[in-house]
């Protein structure tokens, strides 16, 4: 399955920015991309708002 430029952007940022490791899963919402991964063999998640923000869920 293809990921959007969108999303692409936002795994990115959160790959950047944050302790994310490795991604697991992408998922695109109209208002925010969630994007599940690994950090020290911990499952996190993280969502990028359209706005910039991200947040740790």
Do not use: H, W
């Not at 430029?5 to 919402?29: F, G, I, P, W």
Request: charged share 35%.
């Amino acid at each position: 399955m293809a990921i959007s430029k969108r999303a692409d952007k936002a795994q990115d940022r959160v790959l950047s920015e944050t302790c994310m490791e490795y991604v697991t899963d992408v998922y695109e919402a109209p208002d925010f991309v969630q994007i599940d991964g690994k950090a020290g063999g911990d499952n996190i998640c993280f969502r990028v708002y359209d706005d910039g923000t991200i947040t740790e869920r």
